[in-house]
């Protein structure tokens, strides 16, 4: 049988978090010895080869863009090395599943964000979700507490400038292709990596292990980025937006068989809590879409 729009969306957004996850892995697995880095820098070379590839077979540089939107492309690399920079950290000292747990308070935080500084409306239900994700965060955390792991506050900086780079891209002119400024951001987050390098470590020539690890790293990278472009195209958006979250079915999975991490009873409790608030939000704008149509 032909799958639906929606369904064929929410196969390439399932795919898309299963990229993602398999390249935090592959990159905490073969980055643990060679330094962050080092690990930022050879995964760097291979994923702005594979996405200059890309850009150049969809075009994405027949069109230059104007200086408004070079600013806001700047301005959105500097996040985007803010943001690889504080979640790896977290990611190398963190279980898999606690740092992506703590990432899936981002639709809430851009929803938050977008209310105050585009002036985009939120509900008071959507407010009571954020606050409600917040703690789930919290829970995650534990600030206070013997289970706290400074490293997770990191996290919480992660989503503080992924919002930051969201909330800029949504101000680039449509002229500008996604493919176009996710290739400046992996250009700019390999030469963050080249100068880290330069300024804090010795460079230690990669095993073969290693060096096939943070290649494949780049691949699962891009295959997580490509079905992410391509399910926003596909089906009603907060129908296939839900399956985000599997993304945490992975990191939990792929945490406990590499790894050998499991989630604390808390930790599960703050994830649920988390997923639900975000879950709540995506139902709560697919009925005002639906009220606006009418």
């Known amino acids: 049988m032909p799958m ?16 993602f996850a398999l390249n935090d892995t592959a990159l905490k697995y073969g980055g643990a010895d060679v330094g962050l880095f080092q690990a930022i820098f050879i995964r760097g070379i291979f994923a702005t080869a594979i996405m200059g590839v890309f850009a150049f077979l969809f075009g994405a540089f027949k069109n230059l863009p104007k200086i408004r939107d070079v600013r806001l492309i700047g301005l959105r690399s500097l996040a985007e090395i803010g943001a690889t920079l504080a979640f790896l950290t977290a990611l190398f000292n963190l279980p898999l599943a606690n740092i992506t747990a703590i990432l899936q308070a981002l639709p809430l935080s851009i929803t938050f964000a977008a209310a105050i500084f585009l002036n985009e409306p939120i509900g008071r239900q959507r407010i009571a979700a954020i606050m409600v994700g917040f703690i789930g ?124 991490d499991v989630p604390d009873l808390w930790t599960f409790l703050g994830i649920c809590i988390i997923l639900l608030a975000g879950l709540f939000t995506i139902w709560r704008e697919r009925k005002l879409a639906k009220k606006t149509k009418h």
């Open 4 to 19: 639906s729009p929606n369904m064929r969306g929410a196969a390439l957004m399932s795919a898309s978090m299963a990229g």
């Open 137 to 260: 965060v919290m829970i995650v955390v534990r600030p206070g507490l013997a289970e706290f792991n400074a490293y997770s506050l990191l996290g919480i900086v992660a989503v503080a400038f992924v919002t930051l780079r969201d909330l800029t891209a949504r101000q680039l002119s449509p002229s500008v292709t996604s493919v176009l400024v996710a290739f400046v951001a992996s250009i700019a987050i390999t030469l963050t990596g080249a100068i880290g390098v330069v300024l804090t470590q010795t460079w230690r020539p990669p095993t073969s292990f290693e060096f096939g690890t943070l290649a494949l790293a780049a691949v699962f990278l891009m295959i997580g980025y490509y079905c992410s472009v391509a399910t926003m195209r596909i089906g009603d958006v907060a129908i296939v937006s839900s399956f985000r979250y599997t993304v945490m079915l992975w990191a939990i999975t792929l945490g406990w068989l590499v790894f050998g």
